[in-house]
């Protein structure tokens, strides 16, 4: 091999190295922003009126019907 090609091996080696240590501190600086590649977990949504997570307010059977319900402003 000629000492040309032997010395474009090693820079080329040596770039890699620089860059794959490049690449390890901007990931660990990302996990550590809580960017570390995971999809985010939706948030558990649950009822306003009971808290439960089977149903929403709307459909909950614990809320209060008819006279019992606060009024309403409507606009």
């Given at each position: 091999?000629?000492?040309?090609?032997?010395?474009?091996?090693?820079?080329?080696?040596?770039?890699l190295a620089l860059?794959?240590?490049?690449?390890?501190?901007?990931?660990?600086?990302?996990?550590?922003?809580?960017?570390?590649?995971?999809?985010?977990?939706?948030?558990?949504?649950?009822?306003?009126?009971?808290?439960?997570?089977?149903?929403?307010?709307r459909t909950c059977?614990?809320?209060?019907?008819?006279?019992?319900?606060?009024?309403?402003?409507?606009?």
């Amino acid at each position: 091999m000629s000492e040309t090609i032997q010395q474009a091996d090693e820079l080329r080696g040596k770039a890699l190295a620089l860059l794959l240590n490049e690449r390890s501190a901007i990931d660990e600086r990302l996990r550590l922003l809580g960017y570390d590649g995971t999809a985010p977990q939706p948030r558990q949504r649950v009822c306003t009126v009971c808290g439960d997570s089977a149903h929403n307010a709307r459909t909950c059977p614990n809320k209060k019907t008819g006279a019992e319900a606060p009024a309403t402003q409507s606009v």
